[in-house]
């Protein structure tokens, strides 16, 4: 399946797609620096274009006649860490993103963004285009630590497929969901030579310092040294800081899971904001699989034969059962 990955970044979700087996045809995004990073670790074009402009994106984007379009349009505006600002900015390449999808009409898009954006009214202006240009939806809130990423990172992903129904994807999501969040030592076991670490709080009402025997906090776009006034936390799970220091730059980078092979360059603020902003690897693997599970299912094979569009709803939720049922 031929896939374009829009407000790619530095390559998290195409990293993804990728290991799952998916064939990453092209990538766009504004942001130069991210680009030479992804340009590094990829060998097919990652141009630099302005996606606001939908007409000109849609017409470059359909050149490439993909099955399937990805994508995490950037989403201060929806974040706890943002303004919260609906009007105008940086929510408005949400609508972007839905209007170029509807255009090009690819089989398949999958939207990545913050978990907050599910309360917002661009979401829904989003999916009414999505919804306009013929798609069914299915959206989820995924926990990284649930799909194989060692921190807690909630994120949203709305998954679209032409002619299908809402929620299609609800089986296979859940069915590869750990029972169990992924701890640091899960993932790192002991290479990485500590038992405790400084992650900067947004405020000091919160700890900042954590055991490799949980999951990460969300990996921010900064990362600062602990300041030499901080005070142990209530609930820091040390009694001294003595010996506590920040993670690493690239250890940031494999707390999201890139592989140690990942080549990264540019400023340290430039690369910490994309490692930041960066959909983790192996959630990008997840949902990817989710989307091969589905593909493999009977519902799938069933839909090839019979216009799906045609059957009652309760003769599609069958679809999901492990066998196919006939229809009468």
Same mark, same amino acid.
């Given at each position: 399946m031929q896939v374009v990955d829009l407000f790619c970044g530095c390559g998290g979700l195409s990293q993804g797609?990728?290991?799952?087996?998916?064939?990453?045809?092209?990538?766009?995004?504004?942001?130069?620096?991210?680009?030479?990073?992804?340009?590094?670790?990829?060998?097919?074009?990652?141009?630099?274009?302005?996606?606001?402009?939908?007409? @000109? +994106?849609?017409? $470059?984007? =359909?050149?490439?006649?993909?099955?399937?379009?990805?994508?995490?349009?950037p989403c201060q505006d929806f974040s706890s860490a943002g303004k919260r600002?609906?009007?105008?900015?940086?929510?408005?390449?949400?609508?972007?993103f839905a209007?170029?999808?509807s255009n090009v009409r690819p089989k398949w898009f999958v939207m990545e963004n913050v978990a907050r954006i599910e309360k917002t009214?661009?979401?829904?202006?989003?999916?009414e285009i999505f919804k306009r240009a013929g798609?069914? @939806? +299915?959206?989820? $809130?995924? =926990?990284?630590?649930y799909c194989g990423v060692p921190q807690k990172r909630k994120r949203f992903f709305l998954i679209g497929k032409m002619n299908e129904m809402d929620g299609f994807m609800e089986p296979f999501i859940n069915s590869g969901l750990s029972t169990k969040p992924m701890t640091m030592r899960d993932y790192f076991g002991e290479s990485l030579g500590i038992e405790y670490y400084y992650r900067h709080p947004r405020s000091y009402v919160r700890r900042g310092i954590f055991?490799?025997?949980?999951?990460?906090?969300?990996?921010?776009?900064?990362?600062?040294?602990?300041?030499?006034g901080y005070q142990i936390h209530a609930n820091d799970p040390v009694k001294s800081k003595e010996g506590?220091?920040?993670?690493?730059?690239?250890?940031?980078?494999?707390?999201?899971?890139?592989?140690?092979?990942?080549?990264?360059?540019?400023s340290k603020t430039d690369v910490e904001q994309m490692i930041g902003n960066a959909v983790p690897v192996n959630l990008g693997t997840f949902v990817a699989t989710a989307i091969t599970k589905y593909l493999a299912s009977p519902h799938h094979q069933r839909n090839l034969e019979?216009?799906?569009?045609?059957?009652?709803?309760?003769?599609?939720?069958?679809c999901y059962a492990s066998e196919p049922i006939e229809k009468q």
């Open positions: 797609f990728k290991n799952a087996g998916y064939d990453i045809v092209a990538a766009y995004d504004k942001w130069e620096a991210a680009l030479n990073v992804y340009r590094l670790n990829f060998d097919h074009p990652a141009k630099e274009m302005d996606l606001s402009n939908v007409q @000109l +994106s849609s017409i $470059i984007i =359909d050149q490439q006649k993909p099955d399937m379009i990805i994508g995490g349009p600002n609906e009007d105008g900015g940086r929510g408005d390449l949400t609508i972007n209007q170029i999808v009214q661009k979401l829904i202006d989003a999916k798609y069914g @939806l +299915s959206q989820h $809130i995924l =926990d990284a630590s055991s490799i025997d949980e999951p990460s906090p969300t990996v921010r776009g900064v990362n600062r040294p602990m300041p030499e506590i220091r920040p993670l690493t730059t690239l250890e940031r980078s494999y707390i999201q899971t890139f592989p140690r092979s990942y080549r990264f360059i540019g019979i216009d799906f569009e045609q059957w009652e709803p309760e003769e599609r939720l069958a």
